[in-house]
């Protein structure tokens, strides 16, 4: 028998998907062991999200109504205490900027193994989890050597849970410690708001690593206008100050759902992925055949973008 | 002042490449300090550098003899020096579990006393994320995760920092001091090693660090977790791809996007 805790998510008044995903996760891996799986919904308006995460499979849910939004000192005090009045054999938290930046804390503090960014799970007399190494080349199993574990899920890995139920809701209250809560969030800011809206335009060329050198980025630009297409980005180029912020596809940047996503040289990790993979239609060009941007592509060329773009300008120039 | 960052060489993966049971052939595999750290090390050099006072910069590494040379990147760019942990019971270890590293880098953030510690928001190889929150925790430091801006007060103890978190939204939270700050690409523009700094990382210190000079035992090291299989994902591509040569393939691609109404005026 197995029990599972499972720590939703909520950001300034919402829950995130990803607190879905952990109810099916959740209950997955309780499956058929008989055990029980808890939420635990720490701050916000935690009755209204109990009532949304009134989900089938759903034993408990424990709110913790501390404070409106994530903090982590918080969140690991309400956890570990949950831990301990629970006595669960797995916690399951999100593999998002939050989940990072207190799952790896409530592990080592409850001397949990801890694997992060799962993309599988399997109870087997012992927990198995599948996931990503060397930017998603390869992937691996990892067998949990202990009887108790800390897990984090990739978002979008496992379907949304949807069916409601009826899970006992109880509020549960903890002894916080002040003086342990030593980070205060004191607001929050959208960036890169220019005058580009990537997630209006039909049609986005976006370019990624492969191209190179920031004075190659005039070569995209110039199938973008080619195209009457707007010219987005993966992160790299972002990061490296050739292209703003506001260019930017992908899980810390803008979630586009154009009509055709043409992406250039970009080789397709997940986090791209999560914020193109809603494109009617995709083209990668790309030199790696096996590059997983090609897993999502509706049409494909495997090339040399130097060689492939100025043809493609020609084209319609 | 003292700063800690914690930096690790990470392999990259050629296009092409076959495995050799639990690992990718050595044959494909290109090392390089990871992506992240290097905008650690940089943060941390630009921290010192605008300081009034006497700031000093240390690198650590979890690392065998071969990683120096990457390390000694990081000391060209203005690190002073370096502390590689390495033992014999590293050895041939598959997967090095994120309590393991936790237990190896508390020992040494109780040799160097650190008022500040930097690591990435995750390595290139095993992709963890996790390492610099461990750490925290561990040593009794508050912390910040995926930090993309970073001001710090270090008179007033604390740290102003902006995470970045998903969809384009920035949180602004002020963190006490002393902290662990895990540093996100893009928070600034890493410096290229210039020639004097490498002829200066030359008489830098590395220094060699085995499991017993930290005070720990081959114990610290046994990892919780156990790689038990690697293999290349399927590919689940049923894309409709262009063939030829680039003039073929752009060609029939300009078919498929003209017959959609794209670049049609």
Request: no cysteine; charged share 40%.
């Given at each position: 028998m197995s029990d599972v805790l499972a720590v939703v998510e909520h950001r300034r008044g919402s829950l995130r998907d990803v607190s879905f995903e952990l109810v099916t996760a959740g209950a997955d891996l309780v499956g058929d062991t008989g055990g029980d799986l808890h939420l635990a919904v720490v701050g916000g308006d935690v009755d209204a999200f109990a009532e949304e995460l009134s989900l089938a499979g759903v034993d408990a849910i424990h709110t913790v109504a501390e404070g409106d939004e994530f903090n982590h000192d918080v969140s690991v005090q309400a956890v570990a205490a949950l831990y301990e009045a629970l006595d669960p054999t797995y916690v399951l938290m999100g593999n998002t900027v939050n989940g990072l930046d207190y799952a790896p804390a409530v592990a080592e503090r409850l001397d949990l193994p801890l694997v992060t960014d799962a993309i599988g799970l399997e109870n087997d007399g012992g927990l198995v989890v599948t996931r990503e190494m060397y930017a998603s080349k390869v992937e691996s199993t990892v067998e949990v050597d202990a009887d108790r574990a800390a897990v984090t899920v990739r978002p979008g890995e496992w379907d949304a849970a949807e069916e409601p139920g009826e899970p006992a809701v109880e509020a549960f209250s903890f002894d916080l410690?002040?003086?342990?809560?030593?980070?205060?969030?004191?607001g929050f800011e959208e960036v890169g708001s220019g005058d580009v809206d990537i997630t209006d335009a039909d049609v986005l060329v976006s370019v990624g690593r492969g191209i190179e050198e920031e004075e190659n980025i005039e070569l995209v630009e110039r199938l973008a206008d080619a195209l009457g297409a707007t010219l987005s980005s993966s992160r790299p180029i972002v990061d490296n100050g050739w292209l703003p912020k506001d260019r930017q596809v992908g899980q810390s940047g803008k979630v586009v759902t154009p009509k055709f996503y043409i992406a250039i040289g970009i080789s397709g990790a997940v986090q791209h992925v999560a914020g193109m993979k809603g494109a009617e239609n995709i083209v990668a060009i790309n030199t790696d055949p096996d590059a997983p941007i090609f897993d999502i592509a509706d049409y494909g060329i495997v090339g040399d973008l130097f060689d492939v773009v100025p043809e493609l300008i020609e084209q319609f120039e | 002042m003292k700063i800690l960052v914690t930096v690790k060489e990470v392999a990259e993966v050629e296009e092409d490449f076959e495995l050799d049971g639990l690992r990718v052939a050595e044959r494909y595999l290109d090392y390089d300090l990871n992506e992240w750290d290097e905008y650690a090390v940089e943060e941390a050099v630009q921290i010192a550098e605008e300081s009034d006072d006497d700031v000093e910069v240390v690198a650590v590494t979890i690392g065998p003899e071969r990683s120096e040379e990457t390390i000694r990147m990081a000391l060209a760019k203005g690190v002073d020096r370096a502390v590689r942990v390495w033992d014999d019971a590293l050895d041939g270890v598959d997967l090095l579990d994120v309590g393991a590293k936790t237990r190896l880098l508390s020992a040494v953030v109780e040799d160097e006393d650190p008022d500040l510690v930097l690591t990435g928001v995750q390595a290139n190889d095993d992709s963890f994320g996790a390492t610099g929150v461990s750490l925290a925790s561990a040593i009794g430091f508050e912390w910040a995760a995926v930090v993309n801006a970073l001001d710090l007060d270090a008179e007033g103890g604390v740290a102003n920092v902006r995470r970045e978190l998903e969809g384009g939204v920035e949180e602004l939270t002020e963190v006490d001091l002393p902290a662990v700050l895990t540093i996100q690409t893009g928070i600034n523009e890493p410096r290229y090693a210039s020639l004097r700094g490498i002829r200066q990382a030359q008489s830098k210190e590395i220094k060699p660090l085995a499991l017993s000079d930290l005070g720990l035992d081959a114990a610290a090291v046994e990892s919780d977790l156990v790689l038990t299989d690697v293999y290349e994902p399927e590919t689940e591509s049923d894309a409709t791809y262009f063939e030829g040569d680039a003039g073929e393939q752009a060609a029939e691609l300009a078919t498929v996007l003209r017959e959609k109404g794209v670049g049609a005026q």
């Open positions: 410690d002040e003086s342990q809560v030593r980070s205060r969030v004191t | -």
